[in-house]
């Protein structure tokens, strides 16, 4: 790499701090090098590089204002300081005390869920499993995959609405009705639509009475 003067090198710190986040374009511009070089700069420099918008942009180190997740946006453009979107993804994952749904996952990154998940599917350091109708993704650790489930399944009780005496005998009668029931085919029974139950309601019905067994549920 050809030695920068320290003056052009001065100048284009100050610019980039104006503009906050750059490409790699207006780096080698400002810096008048190619573009090789100015990725060079990039690394020595130890700059943050977008975990959205195809990693286009870039940010110097000290610019940034991280929230508690570790995140910062400009405009449109998001920065991890645990890396790129795979880094930030597990990260997350791993630290929350319950797993995080898609739509959480979603809402912390400001993306859309199914413009990135369908990635992660098999990520090393995460897991997915389906809690309540949603997927939920936990850390594929052990020990912080055992707490994580029992903090989740523990949030799924506190959250179930219980039924009433008039939605509990229509869950027994559809059980009699048709034999062998999963809990999911009942919440598509159309007087359950009618009354809105949720499947969780269903489920903790059965767990409540011992019957649990005896509805299966299906596979995710």
């Known amino acids: 790499m050809a030695r920068l003067d320290d003056g052009t090198i001065k100048t284009a710190l100050r610019h ?33 590089t977008s975990y959205n918008q195809n990693g286009r942009y870039y940010t110097l180190p000290q610019i940034p204002r991280f929230d508690h997740y570790g995140l910062w946006q400009h405009k449109n453009v998001s920065f991890s300081k645990h890396g790129n979107l795979r880094k930030t993804l597990t990260h997350l994952v791993a630290s929350a005390t319950a797993g995080l749904s898609g739509k959480q996952l979603g809402d912390i990154l400001g993306l859309s869920p199914q413009s990135f998940l369908h990635h ?14 949603v997927f939920v993704y936990f850390s594929d650790k052990i020990c912080v995959y055992a707490k994580q489930v029992r903090n989740r399944q523990s949030l799924v009780r506190q959250a179930v609405v219980r ?8 869950i027994l009668v559809a059980v009699i009705r048709h034999h062998g029931i999963s809990s999911e085919e ?11 139950m949720k499947l969780a309601a269903i489920q903790s019905f059965f767990e409540d009475h011992g019957l649990g067994k005896k509805i299966p ?3 995710p």
């Open 163 to 170: 039924v009433s005496d008039s939605e509990a005998i229509m």
């Open 16 to 48: 980039l701090e104006r503009l906050k986040i750059f490409t790699i374009g207006q780096l080698s511009a400002v810096l008048k090098c190619s573009v090789s070089n100015a990725r060079l700069k990039l690394k020595q420099w130890r700059t943050y």
């Open 217 to 219: 549920d299906s596979q």
């Open 120 to 133: 992660f599917r098999n990520c090393p350091g995460i897991c997915r499993e389906k809690y309540d109708g």
């Open 186 to 196: 009942i919440l598509a029974l159309p007087e359950m639509k009618k009354n809105k």
